[in-house]
């Protein structure tokens, strides 16, 4: 198994320099979107750093069916709440703003991910906490759902070093395609 923290410290750079040059991805990106959300929960997320923006997706989703992830401690997994653009976000236990207890919380039928990199079989490599994995499995084991990464193209690598725990993902939006992995 290689370093995990080594390679994260250099895909972080990588990212930093993939969003210093495509200033407009995240918009290409939501353009890319082929997917039809009517009817469905989808969760995205509050960026941060370098993530690729998810804001520019909300256009071309549902009104009113939008959530954002919740930690509420800095080791469990995270609750998705319903998000309306424009409604106060307040800081999560990870600082991330997200949120209040008073939005209702739901399980999303689409979930976006952030990552650091990804492989053509699903394997995603996140910032280290175990967020997202623990809160996928957690919600696969309650119903299906479409977990989609949102990435830079050039964030792609041949393979993702993954272990027992670790979630894949099930597609991949970047700034030139979308790609479901079977």
Known sequence: MPDKRALRAQLRSLRRRLADEAPDAAERAAAIWPGSAEGL???????????LDPTPLRSR???????????????????????????????????????????????????????????RRGGRLGQGGGHYDRTLANLRRMKPVLVVGLAYA???????????????????????????FG
């Open 41 to 51: 929960i989808v969760a995205i997320y509050h960026p941060s750093g370098s993530e």
């Open 61 to 119: 989703l549902p009104a009113g069916a939008i959530a954002l992830p919740v930690a509420q401690s800095r080791e469990g997994a995270l609750v998705f709440r319903l998000h309306e653009p424009g409604a106060a976000l307040v800081p999560d236990a990870l600082g991330i703003p997200a949120p209040g207890e008073t939005a209702p919380a739901v399980l999303p039928d689409i979930v976006f991910t952030p990552l650091l990199a990804f492989d």
């Open 154 to 180: 050039g964030q792609e690598r041949p393979e993702i070093p993954m272990e027992a725990h670790d979630q894949r993902i099930d597609a991949i939006l970047t700034e030139t395609e979308y790609q479901e």
